[in-house]
């Protein structure tokens, strides 16, 4: 999850900056229609970085590989710890901008986008938890399917001051997600 926030806000930061790909849409902070011009550009950056781009240090994004993440809730009556291994995510190239807002002078993004394709995660996993006094333990493939994706960012910031230039340091980030349906195989 780390990773893919990491993606879209460096694409977000790279839709502004000098340096980027010529093909790029570009947007100038004083920009009017600077949230529709975000929402463009970035969509338009994810879709053209499916195979990923060494010049920028990008790897593909469909799919995007995870040698490991981890997922821990709780501790209480209902508490699980997953983790995955070799996870491939797929279909995060089709990602659609439904909404873009950035409040620069409060160094506040948001943002929403949907998938064309259901979004798929294949890879290992194991899994320790429990639900009130029954055990759960498991391990092998797994296959998360996810219908009609809907993912909610939102990032609250402060500026910093590198050299000469000024960027926005993320102190809070959130991801929410929406699914019609979600399968486990």
Not at 34 to 56: Q, Y
Not at 111 to 136: F, R
Request: aromatic share 10%; glycine share 8%.
């Amino acid at each position: 999850r780390g990773y893919l926030l990491t993606i879209f806000f460096c694409l977000v930061g790279l839709s502004v900056a000098a340096k980027m790909p010529s093909k790029w849409k570009t947007c100038k902070r004083s920009d009017k229609n600077i949230n529709e011009c975000l929402k463009k550009a970035v969509e338009e950056a994810v879709k053209t970085l499916k195979s990923g781009n060494p010049s920028l240090g990008v790897i593909p994004l469909d799919p995007l590989h995870f040698n490991e993440l981890n997922i821990g809730q709780g501790s209480g009556p209902v508490s699980i710890n997953l983790n995955f291994k070799n996870m491939d995510i797929h279909g995060i190239s089709t990602a659609k901008v439904k909404r873009f807002k950035a409040d620069w002078n409060n160094y506040y993004l948001e943002a929403e986008a949907t998938l064309n394709v259901p979004l798929v995660l294949l890879g290992d996993y194991t899994v320790k938890g429990q639900v009130l006094v029954l055990p759960i333990v498991g391990n092998g493939k797994c296959n998360l399917t996810f219908d009609n994706f809907v993912a909610k960012l939102t990032a609250k910031g402060h500026e910093i001051t590198k050299g000469k230039e000024k960027y926005m340091e993320i102190d809070k980030f959130t991801f929410d997600l929406e699914t019609s349906k979600l399968r486990v195989f």
